[in-house]
């Protein structure tokens, strides 16, 4: 027997997967069963159509059953098998670039789509959301600031629900406890766990810790994680571009009695201000960024910029959204911080890696929630015989 919640998560994984298969571009071979009463071959069906994979396959074998590889006359499907892997290791590997895929792609397509008119029950739907609003704090908050904002993001990791009424608290403890803000707790936790690795690995080589977050918002996950190591000398720059924020950031270094933090002003997707920092950093961080923008073009200038505002040998780490369920909802209900439609493109892991290679890192470590909708990686800065590594 299988336990039933096994068996919802494997259906949830099982959705995703089918939802988001273009974002698969490995050589696929698949093969299937026409009296396979587990799972669905027209699912299966779906699923290869939508690989985004330039060499792929599909076999169907009508007699067999699902335990396909346990067949008596089993001989011509392991045939195809062999053939097929010693074909791909007979080939150079095909590796696709990314570094375009806000320009032609299935992700750019599903942007496109989402900047076309919804249906009515999504106006429906931001109507009952901003009579909700005036009960709910958290929902007030969105509406006014922008549900992306730094200080929407900081209530959301309090997850303290509060309210006009206590119908407005129950609203708000429902609006905390939406998938989308659970995978931003998550993604918290495992931000303040690379922190805390990169500032322990930079420690160990001797090196000073000096932390550069170039979006910091109100700069919780930064200033919490330096409280938990005291024993270890650590200096942070925390930027950003909005006043509340920078305000927000003071006064929660100042509750923390944190002299080691300077907060500024300062654009994120500004290279030659980025590159000026003095000294240059041993951790970079970029969180909850560049999801927010379509375009490649800005994020590789921002990547850049941080490049050589971090010491070679040093750290960045990196945040990513490879997938999200509520993408449409998100995009046709909720405003951002401008006051427009919350609409993003999602970038797949191995965009994200590329551009992130693309301007001199190399990929050492990730932490991705339960739902596969948040990631939080950790990259080191590459250096040449001419640099010296931090």
Not at 46 to 60: A, C, G, I, P
Not at 353 to 379: C, H, P, Y
């Amino acid at each position: 027997q299988i336990a039933v919640n096994v068996l919802l998560d494997l259906h949830d994984t099982a959705t995703r997967l089918l939802a988001d298969a273009g974002a698969i571009h490995t050589p696929t071979l698949m093969l299937g069963a026409g009296k396979d009463w587990v799972v669905s071959l027209c699912a299966q069906r779906e699923f290869f159509n939508k690989l985004s994979s330039s060499v792929k396959q599909m076999s169907v074998f009508p007699n067999a059953y699902h335990a396909i590889f346990q067949e008596k006359n089993r001989h011509a499907i392991v045939r195809q098998v062999r053939d097929f892997i010693i074909e791909r290791f007979a080939q150079p590997p095909d590796a696709p670039s990314f570094l375009h895929a806000d320009q032609i792609g299935y992700t750019r397509d599903e942007y496109q789509r989402l900047n076309q008119p919804g249906s009515v029950k999504f106006a429906v739907a931001r109507a009952g959301l901003k009579a909700a609003g005036r009960l709910s704090n958290g929902v007030d908050l969105g509406w006014r600031n922008g549900f992306d904002s730094g200080l929407s993001l900081d209530y959301v990791y309090k997850n303290q629900p509060r309210g006009r009424t206590p119908v407005g608290r129950l609203i708000d403890k429902s609006y905390l406890n939406s998938i989308g803000w659970r995978g931003i707790r998550q993604r918290k936790a495992h931000l303040e766990k690379s922190l805390k690795s990169a500032i322990e690995r930079t420690h160990r080589k001797g090196c000073p810790v000096r932390i550069l977050d170039i979006a910091a918002g109100p700069g919780r996950y930064v200033i919490e994680t330096l409280r938990t190591c005291p024993e270890i000398p650590v200096s942070a720059i925390l930027r950003d571009y909005k006043q509340e924020n920078i305000d927000a950031a003071r006064a929660l270094a100042q509750e923390f009695e944190l002299d080691n933090v300077k907060v500024e002003q300062g654009d994120a997707f500004d290279r030659l201000s980025l590159a000026s920092i003095q000294p240059h950093a041993t951790i970079g961080i970029v969180s909850g960024l560049y999801e927010l923008f379509s375009s490649n073009e800005a994020v590789l200038n921002s990547l850049a910029g941080l490049a050589e505002a971090i010491e070679p040998g040093g750290y960045l780490i990196y945040t990513n959204q490879p997938w999200h369920p509520q993408m449409e909802f998100i995009g046709r209900v909720l405003r951002n911080r401008e006051g427009r439609p919350w609409i993003m493109r999602r970038r797949t892991t191995a965009e994200m890696d590329q551009l992130v290679r693309a301007s001199g890192f190399e990929k050492i470590d990730m932490e991705v929630d339960q739902w596969g909708m948040f990631t939080v990686s950790i990259a080191r800065r590459v250096f040449s015989l001419n640099n010296r590594a931090c």
